[in-house]
């Protein structure tokens, strides 16, 4: 596999609190409010599972999550649940977990959750042990560091056909393009750190941009090929191109979703807004910064952004 960096943004973030109890003889999971269903519970408790193998307590929880983040869409619904989830479940069974420590159990439930322990630019170390002991998170740069904005563009509402975790499984062991990304990732990776050690936006907006084309290019070689993107996907990377040829930097990327993030300045980032709004097939946009990683709120839920 590869390492990879991301931005944890201020925007999108989970609540989440857990609270075990011997009295219990099950986990017990509300999303939003609402108890969930079996799949989503099941999910949870054997996340759990492994932490209260590791703390040696045998407690069931209750489980109660407010996820402000638009779900299987390509928004990172799963780092920021997972995160939030790791950050209380640890917590409330008596575990203080250094964030290192906590990015390796966050990284259990999703593999992107691992990098929103931290706020800012953050790479997720893949590491090279077979018990994974050393994969996990490092920040880079705090979210006050290099000042960007990131307008996340939502195209559909619609819970994706093909969830993060079985489309990559699926584009690993079947498409005869992955092993090209792959060959490409760690030299992107060396740029985009380069580039913000030097706070090069454009040199930033070039990498995001031509990694996540590539990466996306691979699921039409996997058996069977499928992707993410639809029409209005094209018709707002098309926008974004449009407008750089205007002489504003902008810059598209997009994880496993149809839906679109837009790179730009912070001076710019209203016209890159206006100019995004008049696209018919665009349900919202979303103004998100650099923000920052777990936080414990005083009433002990884990808020993660």
């Avoid at 944890?8 to 999303?31: A, G, I, M, R």
């Avoid at 090069?200 to 070689?221: S, V």
């Amino acid at each position: 596999m590869n390492s990879s960096l991301s931005v944890t943004l201020d925007t999108f973030y989970t609540v989440t609190t857990v609270e075990f109890n011997e009295k219990l003889t099950e986990d017990v999971f509300f999303l939003n409010g609402e108890k969930a269903d079996h799949t989503d519970t099941e999910r949870v408790s054997n996340y759990l599972r492994a932490i209260r193998k590791f703390a040696k307590k045998h407690l069931f929880a209750v489980v109660r999550s407010e996820n402000h983040v638009p779900t299987a869409a390509g928004f990172a619904s799963s780092a920021s649940g997972y995160a939030a989830l790791a950050a209380a479940a640890t917590k409330a069974i008596g575990l203080n977990l250094p964030p290192q420590e906590l990015s390796q159990f966050a990284r259990l439930g999703s593999g992107s959750a691992c990098r929103s322990i931290y706020g800012g630019f953050v790479e997720w170390q893949k590491g090279v042990k077979e018990d994974g002991s050393d994969s996990f998170a490092v920040p880079i740069l705090h979210e006050d560091d290099f000042p960007i904005a990131v307008l996340s563009v939502m195209v559909a509402t619609n819970r994706k056909k093909v969830l993060s975790r079985a489309g990559m499984k699926r584009t690993v062991e079947t498409s005869p393009f992955y092993q090209g990304w792959l060959d490409t990732v760690e030299h992107d990776l060396s740029e985009l750190k380069h580039a913000l050690e030097l706070r090069d936006f454009t040199l930033l907006g070039e990498i995001a941009e031509r990694n996540a084309l590539k990466m996306h290019a691979t699921t039409l070689g996997a058996n069977p090929p499928f992707y993410y993107w639809q029409s209005a996907t094209m018709e707002v990377m098309e926008a974004v191109q449009n407008i750089r040829s205007q002489g504003i930097e902008a810059y598209f990327t997009m994880d496993a979703g149809p839906n679109v993030k837009v790179l730009c300045l912070p001076e710019d980032e209203q016209k890159v807004y206006d100019q995004l709004k008049q696209i018919p097939s665009v349900k919202k946009i979303f103004t998100c910064h650099p923000g920052p990683g777990v936080t414990f709120l005083p009433t002990g839920e884990a808020d993660v952004c």
